[in-house]
């Protein structure tokens, strides 16, 4: 499988790491940025490059990595085609694949020991989405919605509709 990850300066060692990780694992991993340790560099011109390639890819997933991984996964969703989930817990990487069929991992460095990490990212790459047709549903209209502003209907019964 093909990984292309991003990160910033505070996810840049759990960065590298991932990347030895993913060969050892027989994934292929791709390294979008940064190269060097800068403390001053800015998330966004990695998280996007490995998030605008994991698309292009199709066949690819994606990981950024910062100090929270919010800012990260918020730079990744401004992707057409990204649906980047930050997980917390092995339960939350399991879940944005089954649910959301998430294509980008978010992981916040300074938020997890190394190993806990590695486990979300393992998780993730196992995890297949479900394709129950509530699932394929929602993420459709999330789908309408990034490429033509098709506001999806609330439903008749709901006590709050516009």
């Not at 997890?112 to 196992?126: Q, Y």
């Amino acid at each position: 499988m093909r990984v292309y990850l991003g990160s910033d300066h505070a996810g840049y060692e759990l960065k590298n790491h991932l990347v030895e990780w993913l060969k050892g694992a027989g994934h292929e991993p791709i390294d979008c940025g940064p190269h060097i340790y800068d403390a001053q560099d800015d998330y966004p011109p990695f998280c996007l490059r490995a998030a605008e390639r994991t698309v292009s890819d199709g066949e690819a997933f994606g990981v950024v990595i910062g100090g929270s991984g919010n800012g990260e996964a918020i730079a990744a969703n401004k992707v057409r085609g990204v649906r980047a989930a930050l997980a917390w817990s092995e339960e939350t990487a399991t879940l944005a694949r089954e649910h959301n069929n998430a294509n980008v991992l978010s992981i916040g460095a300074r938020m997890h020991p190394t190993e806990d990490a590695v486990r979300f990212l393992e998780v993730f790459l196992d995890t297949a989405f479900t394709g129950d047709e509530r699932h394929v549903r929602r993420i459709d209209m999330l789908s309408g919605y990034e490429m033509a502003g098709t506001m999806p209907p609330i439903p008749e019964h709901h006590p709050h509709r516009d």
